[in-house]
């Protein structure tokens, strides 16, 4: 890659009690084959060794900046604060207990740069039956793919690479608990172009610390998925044609009826119940659409 395509990539690091993996994590960054990148931690008010380990870093690295917010701003508010300290052409998430490839960076640049109109990228994604990796979608097939063909809106910021510009202009994170990034994904591709890429470029730990683990025996956490889908769908600005529309979000209701069926029989009554009031379907449709093939 030559030097007039390789912009500055902003790399952040959302950090909270995150001594365990931190180290690691900034390590994966400075040892990236990419040079011109800066790595902004933003540190929102642990209490563990979070903040010293990164300050460390800082002092090895001038290309390392590390902030602490004034009060706890939470996931997805703290991700923006990052931004705004951001320079670079590019945002790159990495959290504080995943993992970006040496070359995991210089692939994302060179695969945007392909693609000048795009605003955003997707990696770690499962290997195309028709095409070769990288390639772009415009807002109706990204769509499209994501509601008739295979998941692609489902990524979480580790697997994205962001112009920092087109991320602005759509509003940022709108601070929707473990939805932010599944939202943004939608609403950056109701005007920008997304370009898909292959695995092997990001890691992504799973461990019972993360927030999304407190999460995974719950039925209503997913189920909030599919009720901002259907939102989304209905937006005026969803990118689908009318009749497409229609059927993704027939599709979606079935899904959202079945799974509150699903919660009944799998969890309790209860929560089954508490999910139907989050619904805007009767009981009678809930039932019909549920067990409908």
């Known amino acids: ?57 800082q002092e090895k690295d001038k290309r390392i900046k590390v902030y602490v917010n004034k009060i706890n701003l939470g996931d997805y508010p703290n991700r923006n604060q990052a931004v705004s300290y951001a320079k670079g052409k590019y945002l790159k998430f990495v959290d504080h207990d995943d993992y970006i490839y040496p070359y995991g960076l210089e692939q994302l640049v060179y695969y945007m740069e392909q693609f000048p109109e795009a605003g955003y990228g997707l990696c770690s994604l499962p290997q195309d039956k028709a095409r070769i990796f990288p390639f772009q979608l415009n807002p109706k097939e990204a769509y499209t793919r994501h509601y008739f063909e295979q998941p692609l809106f489902h990524k979480a910021p580790l697997s994205a690479i962001m112009k920092k510009d087109c991320f602005e202009r759509a509003g940022k994170f709108s601070g929707k608990p473990l939805l932010g990034d599944f939202e943004m994904w939608h609403i950056m591709s109701q005007k920008y172009p997304v370009v898909l890429m292959p695995q092997g470029i990001v890691w992504y730990r799973q461990h019972d610390e993360q927030e999304s683990a407190k999460n995974r025996n719950d039925p209503m ?68 659409k549920g067990l409908r093939r």
């Open 221 to 288: 956490e997913p189920f909030k998925y599919i009720l901002l889908s259907k939102k989304l769908l209905i937006d005026d600005r969803c990118p689908l044609n009318e009749k497409a529309r229609t059927q993704a979000l027939e599709k979606m209701e079935k899904i959202e009826a079945r799974a509150i069926l699903s919660a009944a029989k799998h969890y309790s009554f209860k929560k089954s119940y508490e999910m139907s009031k989050t619904s805007n379907m009767s009981l009678i449709k809930i039932i019909q």
């Open 1 to 57: 890659m030559n030097s007039i395509s390789q912009p500055l990539v902003s790399v952040l690091m959302p950090v909270y009690n995150s001594e365990k993996y931190l180290a690691e994590a900034i390590d994966s960054v400075v040892a990236s084959t990419y040079q011109n990148w800066e790595l902004i931690i933003v540190d929102d008010r642990s209490n563990d060794r979070s903040h010293e380990i990164a300050k460390t870093f």
